[in-house]
């Protein structure tokens, strides 16, 4: 009896343990795309932008995160790298950026699940620079115990 009551012990912490590790769900509307556990294998969601309308958005929606006062959490997207844009004057004219390019950001808390990014910009930033891979970060902050930390979540492409 003892070895069942420890076995089933043993089993239930490793399943509590497991589900502490932060994890996403990406949405494109409601529809989901991408289940992720935060880990170092970085993802790419693929979007397809010839068929994506204005109104179409992403949702993504975390969970375990330890939301309270002392921790601030936001999410950041941005270009992968520093980019060549495209000027209109003089013609075909470009100008690369000294890092990379923010397109959208959101602070994170108990209020705000899910965060939600519009695909007005993002189906034109697609269109215009295809070469390009877009990636979404998780900026993590404690002051109290002084801690920053910046993990990429996944990369947005075109599909």
Not at 43 to 61: M, Q
Not at 103 to 129: C, H, M, Q, V
Request: aromatic fraction near 14%.
């Amino acid at each position: 009896m003892k070895t069942i009551a420890f076995c089933f012990f043993l089993f239930l912490s490793n399943l509590i343990q497991a589900d502490t590790i932060p994890s996403w769900k990406v949405f494109h509307n409601s529809k989901l795309l991408k289940e992720l556990k935060q880990s170092n294998e970085l993802v790419e969601i693929k979007i397809d932008t010839l068929n994506s309308k204005k109104e179409d958005y992403l949702d993504i929606i975390y969970n375990s995160l330890k939301l309270s006062e002392d921790y601030k959490y936001e999410i950041l997207v941005e270009s992968e790298t520093s980019v060549d844009l495209k000027l209109f004057k003089p013609e075909n004219a470009k100008l690369r950026t000294e890092s990379s390019v923010e397109l959208f950001y959101g602070s994170i808390n108990i209020k705000t699940n899910p965060i939600r990014i519009s695909f007005e910009w993002l189906i034109d930033w697609l269109k215009e620079y295809p070469q390009y891979r877009i990636q979404v970060i998780l900026i993590e902050t404690n002051r109290k115990e002084k801690h920053y930390a910046r993990r990429k979540l996944f990369y947005i492409v075109n599909k």
